[in-house]
C-alpha cells in the first residue's frame, strides 16, 4: 500500500513538473555583434534577462547572428519555436523585425534602438544624447588639458548622438575646450574591434587629451587598456565598465538595457504586454552616470554635485540637450 | 567510380569525426545529425535556404575551380563577389526604371564585368609582370572592402536606415522568388548557378581557350613550346573567375535583399576554396560540394537554439575536418594499397 501511494506520488510529481515545464514562459534573445560578453551594450541585455530568469522562472535562449544576413532566418526559426516573447538586441535587427513580426502575429517582439511600427512590437529607445551629456560636463570637470576625446563604434546616427550630447555637456562647463573625435569603422565589425578603439584612444591622449569616452560595444576594452597604459582617465558605456580597470575609469554612461529588457520580459510573461514606443531617459532613469566603490574616489564632491544639478536641470527642462536625430 | 567514392568517403569521414567532437561537449552526436538533417532538409523552407546558401558558394567554388586548372590560386573571389553585388545594386538603383527582361540582363553584366575586373588585374599582374595572384587577390579583397564602404556610405547610402546599406533597386530588377520554398529568399538566381556549372564544364573540356588553360596548369613549359600563349590563357581564367564570382550579386542584390548590404557575405568567397577543393575542380563536384556546404550552413544555424552545448561554430569544425579528410592523400594511397595486397 505504502509503496503504492509513493509510486502515485511521484507520478503525481513527474506530471506536475512535466506541466510546469510546458507551462514556462520562453523568451529568446538575440544579441547584436560583439555578442553577450562584450560587457557594454549586449552584456546589459543579458543580465536584465538573466534576472528574470532568476527571478520569474522563465525558459530563456539566448543566440548570437554571425552575419547581418542571418538576422531573419534566426528570428523566424525562434518564431516557429513558439517563443512567447523574442528580444531582439540592436539597431541592425529593425528591418528583420519588421518583416518577421508581420510574418507572426501571435509572437510578441521586443527591439532595442530601433523604432518598429506593429501591434505586436515593443520598441525600447534610449534618449543617450541625455547621458552623454553627464558623462561630457564629468570630463570637463575632471579635465586639466582642457582636451577630451570621443571614440564611437560604428559611424551611424545613433552614435552620433552620444557624441553630440558628450560634446554639449563638456562645453557646458568648459567653453573653450576642444573635443577630439574619431569612428572605428563603418560596419557592424566596429563593435568588435579592441585593437583598433585602442589605436585611437592613444592617438588621441598623444594629441593631449585626458579623458576619453568610447561608444563602441566591445570595442571599449580597447580603451580601457589604453587608458591604463597612460595613466589617463576612459569613461565606460551602456552598462557600468567601473569594475574593469579601477582607478583609470572615471565614470560609465549607463544604458538601462538590463531594465528595458527585464520589465518587458516579466510584463510578457505575466501577460501584459504592451506594443509601442518606450523611452528611457534621465527621468526614468532609463540612461545615467554610474558611481560604486571603483570610482568614488575619482570624482569629488563638487563635481557630483555640479552633475547632478545639471541632471535636475535636463529633467526640468531648463537645459536642452542637442539631439542628432532632430539636427535636421 | 573512384574519383566519386574518395570524396564521399571523405565527408562520411570528416561528418563522424566532427560527431565525435559533439560526443565530447555532451550531446549525443545522433540527435545533432537528427537536427542537422531536418533544419537542412526537413521541410521546404529548410530546403529553400540550404539552396539559398549552395548558390553563392556555387559561384565562388566555380571562381577558385576554373582558374586552378590553369594552375592559379584565387583567394580573391570575396573581394570579387563584393564588386559584382556593389554593381548590380548601383546598376539597379542609378536607373531604376528600366522594364523587367532587360534589368536583370544588365544587372547580371554588370556584377560580371566587375567581378571580372577584379579578376583581370591579378591575372595581368601575374601574366605581365610575374607577381603572385596569391599575395594580389588578398591585397585586392581589402582594396574591394573599402571601395564597397565609400560607394555604399557616400555615393548610394539609402538615407532612411542607419546600416551600411544602399538605395533599393528599381522593381523591374527584382528577380523572382521560387515559392514552392515557402518564406525561403531562394529566386531564380540557383538556375544561373547551374548555368554557369554547365558553361564552366563546357568552356573547360570543350572549347580550345579552355584546353589552353589546362595544359598551362599541367605544365607551363610544354605548353608554351606548344605554341600555346600562356600569358593570355593565365589572363582569361583568372578574368572568368572573378566574373563567376561577381555573379553572386545576382542571389543577393536581385533574388535577396533588393540593395546592397556591406558585410552580407559570411565569407563565401572563403568558403568557396573549400568547395573547389572538395570538388577537386570539377564543376558537377563544385555544385555537389556547394550544396553540401549550403547544407551545414544551415543545419548548424539551428544547434544554437535545439541545444545546450553546440553552437553553430561546429559548422567551422565540420567544414574543416571534411577538407582535411580530402586532402589526406596518404590516407586513401595506403587505403587503395591494403586492398590491392
Known amino acids: 500500500m505504502q509503496m503504492k501511494n509513493l509510486i502515485l506520488t511521484v507520478f503525481l510529481l513527474a506530471l506536475t513538473q512535466r506541466y510546469a515545464e510546458a507551462g514556462e514562459f520562453r523568451v529568446a534573445l538575440v544579441f547584436d555583434k560583439g555578442g553577450k560578453d562584450d560587457r557594454s551594450f549586449n552584456s546589459a541585455a543579458f543580465q536584465g534577462a538573466t534576472r528574470a530568469k532568476e527571478e520569474k522562472k522563465i525558459f530563456l535562449k539566448h543566440v548570437e547572428a554571425t552575419d547581418d544576413n542571418a538576422f531573419e532566418p534566426l528570428l523566424r526559426s525562434l518564431a ?53 551629456y553627464l558623462v561630457g560636463a564629468i570630463a570637463g570637470l575632471t579635465s586639466k588639458t582642457g582636451k577630451i576625446g570621443f571614440i564611437g563604434g560604428m559611424d551611424i546616427p545613433l552614435i552620433r548622438r552620444f557624441e553630440l550630447g558628450y560634446e554639449a ?160 | 567510380m573512384r574519383a566519386l567514392l574518395q570524396p564521399v568517403l571523405a565527408v562520411a569521414l570528416g561528418l563522424a569525426l566532427g560527431l565525435l567532437v559533439t560526443a565530447v561537449a555532451g550531446e549525443s552526436p545522433w540527435r545533432v545529425l537528427t537536427i542537422l538533417g531536418q533544419s537542412a532538409f526537413g521541410s521546404p523552407y529548410d530546403l529553400g535556404m540550404t539552396l539559398f546558401y549552395a548558390t553563392p558558394l556555387i559561384f565562388t567554388g566555380l571562381a577558385v575551380a576554373l582558374p586552378l586548372h590553369a594552375g592559379l590560386f584565387n583567394i580573391g573571389a570575396e573581394g570579387q563577389l563584393t564588386l559584382g553585388a556593389l554593381a548590380a545594386a548601383a546598376v539597379g538603383a542609378l536607373f531604376p526604371s528600366v522594364p523587367w527582361p532587360l534589368a536583370p540582363v544588365l544587372a547580371v553584366l554588370a556584377a560580371f564585368a566587375a567581378g571580372a575586373l577584379w579578376g583581370y588585374i ?81 568552356f573547360l573540356w570543350k572549347t580550345v581557350a579552355g584546353f589552353e588553360s589546362r595544359a598551362v596548369g599541367g605544365n607551363e613549359a610544354a605548353a608554351r613550346t606548344a605554341g600555346i600563349r600562356e600569358r593570355r590563357a593565365r589572363i582569361l581564367a583568372m578574368t572568368l573567375a572573378g566574373g563567376l564570382a561577381g555573379l553572386v550579386g545576382v542571389g543577393e542584390v536581385l533574388g535577396n ?46 544547434l544554437d537554439l535545439e541545444t545546450e552545448n553546440v553552437t553553430r561554430d561546429l559548422s567551422l569544425i565540420l567544414q574543416a575536418l571534411v577538407i582535411l579528410s580530402v586532402s589526406a592523400d596518404g590516407l586513401w594511397t595506403w587505403l587503395r594499397k591494403r586492398r590491392a595486397s
Open chain 1, 169 to 328: 555637456g563638456f562645453k557646458k562647463v568648459k567653453p573653450s575646450g576642444k573635443v577630439i573625435s574619431n569612428f572605428i569603422g563603418v560596419t557592424g565589425e566596429a563593435w568588435n574591434n579592441p585593437a583598433k578603439a585602442k589605436e585611437l584612444a592613444l592617438s588621441q591622449y598623444g594629441a593631449g587629451a585626458d579623458v576619453i569616452f568610447a561608444a563602441a560595444g566591445a570595442s571599449n576594452g580597447g580603451l580601457f587598456d589604453a587608458a591604463e597604459e597612460q595613466k589617463k582617465f576612459a569613461i565606460g558605456v551602456d552598462s557600468n565598465q567601473n569594475w574593469i580597470k579601477p582607478g583609470f575609469i572615471l565614470t560609465s554612461m549607463l544604458k538601462r538595457i538590463d531594465v528595458a529588457v527585464f520589465d518587458t520580459i516579466v510584463e510578457a510573461s505575466e501577460a501584459k504586454f504592451t506594443s509601442g514606443t518606450r523611452r528611457f531617459g534621465l527621468a526614468n532613469q532609463g540612461v545615467d552616470y554610474a558611481i560604486d566603490q571603483y570610482n568614488e574616489k575619482l570624482l569629488p564632491e563638487a563635481v557630483r554635485k555640479k552633475v547632478d544639478q545639471l541632471k535636475a536641470e535636463i529633467i526640468a527642462g531648463k537645459i536642452q540637450v542637442p539631439d542628432y536625430y532632430r539636427k535636421k
Open chain 2, 122 to 202: 591579378p591575372g595581368w599582374l601575374r601574366a605581365r609582370r610575374g607577381s603572385h595572384e596569391v599575395i594580389n587577390t588578398i591585397m585586392l579583397n581589402f582594396v574591394a572592402a573599402g571601395l564597397a564602404s565609400y560607394v555604399t556610405l557616400y555615393l548610394l547610402k539609402n538615407p532612411e536606415s542607419q546600416n551600411p546599406e544602399t538605395q533599393a533597386i528599381g522593381a523591374g530588377y527584382v528577380l523572382s522568388r521560387l515559392t514552392w520554398f515557402g518564406d525561403a529568399p531562394l529566386s531564380t538566381a540557383l538556375f544561373l548557378a547551374l548555368l554557369a556549372a554547365f558553361l564552366v564544364w563546357a
Open chain 1, 80 to 132: 516557429q519555436k513558439d517563443f512567447g516573447l523574442i528580444v531582439a538586441i540592436g539597431i541592425a535587427q529593425a528591418d528583420a523585425v519588421k518583416k518577421i513580426s508581420a510574418q507572426f502575429p501571435k509572437t510578441r517582439f521586443a527591439v532595442v534602438d530601433a523604432e518598429v511600427p506593429g501591434p505586436n512590437v515593443k520598441s525600447l529607445l534610449f534618449e543617450e544624447h541625455e547621458g552623454s
Open chain 2, 257 to 302: 535583399a533588393g540593395r546592397f548590404r556591406l558585410g552580407f557575405s559570411p565569407d563565401f568567397g572563403f568558403i568557396g576554396i573549400a568547395v573547389a577543393l572538395l570538388a577537386r575542380g570539377r564543376a558537377s563536384g563544385v555544385v555537389a560540394a556547394a550544396l553540401l556546404f549550403g547544407a551545414l550552413h544551415k543545419g548548424t544555424s539551428d
